[in-house]
């Protein structure tokens, strides 16, 4: 456990990419089995503890601090382990226990993730408990991350991955085809990438394959690119998913919907899961379609982050995939095929799959760039439709790429449409988490309204980026200087017509909300520029983004129990 | 009419003493404000962090220390009239006695001790209750109003002994004896108090510091705070010294100057360190816990000893630290003076200032 938790905090201090590596890859080298293994897999997220959760976390510090004091003290930390590692009333200075560096007693890896599988309901909290009393500051937060699962040090499981696989000196990718099939701790991985045995067999048929993904593309690239290279088809507002089917040596077949990071969203998705009736591994688009037409990305979010889907939530929002790519065919990986060879593969797979929830993600006929921006511009005339409003720009694709996990310059670009713009004036600010935890670094904007008692200021959206690190230094000097009231974390910021903070907010598209004050929901909003010189009077009316509204744009339905987040592409 | 109430009608309120206003706390019956942050016609002053020590008064009263540490930073001309505040001596303007006692910050801090008609309040400043090699301890006054800083007022700011964040550093060095380690720390205070930590551990290399630093180390050791071998960084020599310990404003350990060091390692003595994602945006790869506020134990400790039952909170987590005194009794309010390091620990502006050598 010392060790381990020692791991966790160099990587936390270590910024740089190779640097987090190198550690992760000498521990896994001079660590034993188990405990690497262990360690590998709460680096993955494949520890998961049915009974050890946040909230026994929660619930432990809670017993053991002022309730006002945690909320306040989580406010400013932004991270619950940490918070209730530091906040854990040990003993302290000269007393008997824990001083830095001495964890008594001796808690191992193995022991400690037993502990937390196999514990009853009841004898947990005392266990857990009992570790926290005997750890250090970085031991008790080592122990409370792995009960969180999320460890939010900067290393995601693609990138423990790779340092595992540079044990044995092959690819990411080789490491990423056996995993499915491996269980921590991952005895066959090890003795593989150390040359004691052969390769694991891939045991799982319908493994998580790495998604390719694409890069910005700046006016100046398309000088370089000759059109007749590319084919380009639009970019739909949805989730990226991968759905793949395979059939084990026995003859059962297995059907698992990924995330574009390659968690298993398959249980939220059963509608998907039952309609994916052949082998193979789709790469598409996740939509709610509704008599033919996609729906807002307010409604697909209801379905997401659930882990059960009621009937009622099945038949009011469908959920569909617009495919765009074939990785296998069959039993066949044509990853290495040119993108042009994969689409006719394509075009044949969802034909003999002949289901109205999958379909072909349409091209788009273009002889030049200047003829591509023209149907960019205008994509309902170009081709979308009714669906235009779920069009958030075009990808452009070389026709003869093979399909390359991660982000490889040159075969995929994304063109977005160019974001609407408002100016809003800044009303509330509240800490961020993360990387931007205790800077005020959450801001609610709003324009303004007629009211019976004159001109008001209406919140009509959140953003968090969009701002640089010394630009967050300043706003968040803004904020405290100029905080008028506080409501709990929240600080309101002073919003007159003379006084108060200006924000050019840029975003992607408009709904109508029943969530919100205003009764307006924007899409993917965040701060484009900062209008220290504007007066907040200046700032624009509700009226002119009334008018950005879809023409018969329904409300939403109301709001699921869990809101989820979306993972945004940085 | 009762004796009590005679008394009460004597005794003056706390809202009649000291007020707090935009400039910051004013003491209507002296016409004097403490550290305020415009410029005002008379100033009594704590301690020369540039928050609290600003240039442009028509009168200043400060310690010794405090008066030369203005001078240095802004020049002789930092203000109309200047006087001495001698340790322990009572300077009555007004019908208000004013009285400066060590508040163990850093050098020449005080408490100032404001007392009329049987009430005393006592404003402590920055203050901390660990021991510090350069400066005099905090003597605790007992008093009927207290006034505190929250800069770590939260039960998660629980400072780690300094002696041990050092031995921390020294570590690093014996470990990686090729890279030069940076230690960015604030330039009044921290920076002489860790060069002083590091002499106590037994360190007897040279200690090299950034040029915005060397002003005040000089004053330091002119006061009679042994430093040792304290050298000036030449911008030539920054290739050749790997293994060597480096004191930097804070802002200078991700500042080309320090690029030019063998592979350095960044290291941050601040109270912040406290926080990992707070060490993670600064980069910060060695943090030390290594603070010259008081830290939540020794806010409340401070409080129980002082006596007073009315506790007002200058800034930084002052909700945290008002929630507490609730919840024993005491009377708390926040103030939220603004303009005070309220988040940044000292001065992050002036640093910012100073950085470039």
């Given at each position: 456990m010392n060790r381990f938790a020692w791991l966790l905090d160099r990587i936390a201090y270590e910024p740089r990419r190779n640097g987090?590596?190198?550690?992760?890859?000498?521990?896994?080298?001079?660590?034993?089995?188990?405990?690497?293994?262990?360690?590998?897999?709460?680096?993955?997220?494949?520890?998961?503890?049915?009974?050890?959760?946040?909230?026994?976390?929660?619930a432990l510090i809670a017993e053991r601090t002022d309730p006002a004091l945690f909320a306040l003290s989580y406010d400013y930390v932004g991270d619950l382990s940490e918070t209730a590692a530091l906040m854990w009333p040990a003993p302290r200075r000269g007393t008997a226990g824990a001083e830095p560096g001495d964890n008594r007693p001796p808690l191992t890896l193995p022991e400690v993730v037993a502990g937390l599988r196999d514990a009853g309901r009841t004898e947990l909290p005392r266990l857990v408990a009992s570790w926290l009393d005997a750890l250090d500051e970085t031991g008790r937060w080592a122990l409370l991350k792995l009960i969180t699962g999320s460890l939010r040090i900067g290393v995601s499981a693609r990138l423990a991955k790779t340092a595992a696989a540079s044990l044995g000196g092959v690819a990411p990718d080789e490491v990423e085809q056996v995993w499915h099939g491996l269980e921590p701790p991952y005895l066959p991985l090890f003795a593989w990438l150390e040359g004691r045995a052969p390769r694991p067999e891939a045991s799982d048929p319908a493994p998580f394959r790495p998604v390719m993904l694409s890069h910005p593309i700046d006016d100046g690239d398309f000088d370089r690119l000759d059109p007749a290279d590319f084919s380009a088809e639009w970019k739909w507002d949805g989730i990226r998913v991968q759905a793949v089917s395979g059939t084990r040596p026995d003859g059962s077949r297995l059907t698992r919907l990924y995330s574009r990071t390659g968690d298993d969203i398959g249980p939220a998705f059963p509608d998907l899961v039952e309609a994916m009736t052949q082998d193979g591994a789709l790469d598409g688009e996740l939509l709610v379609m509704r008599e033919g037409a996609i729906q807002s990305f307010n409604t697909l979010q209801q379905r997401l982050n659930r882990k059960a889907v009621t009937a009622k939530m099945l038949s009011a929002s469908p959920a569909h995939i617009r495919v765009y790519d074939l990785l296998v065919d069959g039993g066949q990986d044509i990853r290495a095929l040119p993108l042009l060879e994969r689409r006719m593969r394509l075009e044949a797979f969802v034909a003999r799959l002949g289901s109205a929830r999958f379909d072909l993600s349409a091209t788009i006929p273009f002889a030049d760039w200047d003829a591509l921006a023209a149907a960019r511009a205008d994509p309902a005339l170009a081709g979308a439709g009714a669906d235009a409003e779920a069009v958030e720009g075009c990808m452009i694709k070389r026709i003869d790429a093979p399909y390359l996990p991660g982000r490889p310059k040159g075969p995929w670009w994304k063109w977005k449409r160019a974001a609407r713009l408002i100016d809003c004036v800044l009303m509330y600010a509240q800490r961020g988490h993360g990387k931007r935890s205790s800077f005020y670094s959450d801001y609610t904007f709003g324009v303004?309204?007629?009211?019976?008692?004159?001109?008001?200021?209406?919140?009509?959206?959140?953003?968090?980026?969009?701002?640089?690190?010394?630009?967050l230094v300043e706003l968040d000097r803004f904020v405290r200087k100029h905080t008028r009231s506080r409501f709990g974390p929240v600080r309101e910021v002073t919003h007159d017509r003379q006084n108060g903070l200006v924000f050019e907010v840029a975003f992607e598209g408009l709904q109508r909300s029943t969530r919100h004050k205003s009764g307006l929901a924007m899409r993917f909003p965040r701060i484009s520029r900062i209008r220290w010189d504007k007066p907040p009077g200046e700032a624009d009316r509700i009226e002119a983004l009334e008018r950005l509204l879809p023409v018969d744009g329904a409300p939403e339905p109301p709001p699921a129990k869990k809101p989820s987040a979306r993972e945004i592409e940085p | 009419m009762t004796l009590a109430r005679q008394r009460a009608t004597q005794r003056r309120r706390p809202s009649e003493l000291l007020i707090p206003t935009p400039a910051g706390l004013f003491c209507p019956p002296a016409d004097i404000h403490i550290d305020p942050v415009r410029p005002v016609a008379r100033a009594l002053i704590t301690h020369g962090h540039s928050d609290h020590a600003r240039s442009g008064h028509g009168a200043v009263l400060a310690t010794r220390e405090t008066l030369a540490i203005m001078a240095l930073r802004y020049g002789e001309g930092f203000t109309g009239e200047?006087?001495?505040?001698?340790?322990?001596?009572?300077?009555?303007?007004?019908?208000v006695d004013f009285r400066f006692v060590p508040a163990g910050h850093v050098l020449g801090s005080a408490q100032i001790v404001v007392e009329s008609r049987d009430l005393r309040i006592v404003v402590s400043g920055d203050y901390k209750r660990e021991r510090d090699p350069t400066c005099a301890g905090f003597e605790p006054v007992t008093c009927d109003v207290f006034i505190t800083e929250a800069t770590f007022g939260l039960p998660v700011f629980r400072h780690p002994p300094a002696h041990a964040e050092v031995a921390k550093l020294l570590e690093s060095v014996r470990l990686f004896p090729e890279r030069a380690h940076l230690v960015g720390a604030y330039s009044l205070g921290k920076a002489q108090r860790v060069m002083a930590l590091i002499r106590e551990a037994g360190y007897e290399r040279p200690i090299f510091v950034h040029g915005a630093v060397e002003k005040l180390t000089d004053f330091y050791i002119a006061q009679g705070v042994p430093l040792g071998d304290i050298r000036k960084v030449a911008p030539a020599e920054r290739k050749s010294l790997g293994g060597e310990i480096v004191i930097c404003p804070p802002s200078a350990i991700q500042d080309l100057w320090a690029r030019r060091f063998p592979d350095p390692v960044a290291a941050f003595a601040s109270g912040w360190m406290r926080v990992r994602a707070r060490a993670r945006q600064k980069g910060v790869e060695l943090p030390l816990i290594i603070s010259d506020h008081a830290d939540w134990d020794d806010l409340q400790a401070t409080i129980r000893e002082v006596g007073a039952g009315e506790i007002w909170i200058t800034h930084g987590e002052a909700e945290a630290l008002a929630h507490w005194c609730g919840t024993v009794g005491l009377a708390a309010k926040p103030l939220h003076l603004v303009g005070y390091g309220d988040e940044g620990e000292g001065e992050p502006e002036a640093a910012a200032a100073e950085a470039s050598p």
């Open positions: 987090k590596l190198a550690l992760i890859a000498d521990y896994l080298r001079t660590t034993p089995d188990p405990d690497r293994g262990l360690a590998l897999a709460a680096m993955t997220g494949g520890l998961v503890f049915r009974n050890a959760k946040a909230g026994l976390i929660r303004w309204r007629a009211s019976p008692d004159g001109e008001k200021l209406v919140p009509v959206g959140k953003a968090y980026f969009g701002f640089t690190d010394e630009e | 200047r006087q001495v505040a001698e340790p322990g001596a009572t300077t009555r303007i007004g019908e």
